[in-house]
């Protein structure tokens, strides 16, 4: 387990990892109710449906954490409450907020497509600001950006990960003005994602698998890449398709 970092402010000393993720969830929600007033949801839903999200997706992430560490957990369950001794997973935040989004879209009638591809951008950025909190460092290393953490100089992986999540925002903003089918714009969130963890993972220094050389991250990312990209292929065919039959190019 790292050393979590505090924030000194007068006698108190405020986690910088919590302080992160709270702002990434403000910032990502802000950018939520956003984009998904623009694809017809009305702004009272979209407030009701970041509070869903988020909780959900704070749950996921933090038991996927537990799970992945459950040898530290337990001897001592009451640690699972404490984000200080430890941090979060963010496929399991993804499987929570992907839950708490599908069930709130079946309740209310709004497209979960619709609702994936206005939270994509949101989290990409809310991701890129949590992670500037993350006290996990990766590999040694002798890169002259690297952070000297206990005598070791090692990847700064967590500035990656946000710099590259920050990257993913600006493509997906540039890119929904080209979208051509409702869900694309959460299918290239997914995969390129996936692809960034994956190359990631190898100076994040994860213990690989006994099945196959990767970590979980990378068999979990490589998942992404392949259903991401699957689905994709087969709505860009489906779209063509349509489109043919309506300029009626069907044939010729």
């Known amino acids: 387990m790292s050393k979590p970092i505090f924030l000194p402010v007068g006698s108190f000393r405020i986690p910088l990892f919590g302080l992160a993720v709270a702002i990434g969830l403000v910032v990502g929600g802000l950018v939520f109710v956003r984009q998904a007033v623009r694809r017809g949801i009305p702004s009272a839903q979209a407030i009701d ?16 954490y537990v799970i992945a560490n459950v040898d530290y957990y337990l001897p001592a369950p009451q640690r699972i409450l404490l984000l200080s001794q430890g941090g979060l997973s963010w496929f399991g935040g993804l499987a929570g907020g992907l839950v708490a989004a599908w069930l709130y879209t079946k309740r209310t009638g709004v497209p979960f497509t619709h609702l ?3 939270l ?66 959460f299918l290239r969130y997914l995969a390129l994602y996936g692809l960034i963890r ?24 490589v998942l992404l890449v392949v259903v991401a990209s699957a689905v994709a292929f087969r709505r860009h065919r489906a779209t063509c398709a349509q489109h043919c039959v309506r300029t009626g190019r069907v044939g010729r």
């Open 49 to 64: 449906m970041v509070a869903w999200i988020a909780s959900s997706g704070l749950v996921g992430a933090r038991l996927m």
């Open 116 to 118: 994936a591809d206005a």
């Open 120 to 185: 994509s951008p949101a989290a990409a950025l809310g991701y890129a600001i949590a992670r500037l909190g993350c006290d996990l460092y990766g590999i040694p290393t002798t890169v002259p950006w690297g952070v000297w953490v206990d005598g070791v100089r090692r990847h700064p992986t967590q500035l990656y990960a946000a710099s590259a999540s920050f990257l993913i925002y600006l493509h997906l903003r540039r890119w929904e003005s080209r979208t051509r089918y409702s869900g694309e714009l």
């Open 198 to 221: 994956f190359g990631l993972e190898f100076l994040r220094g994860e213990p690989v698998l006994g099945i196959v050389p990767l970590s979980a991250g990378q068999v979990v990312s």
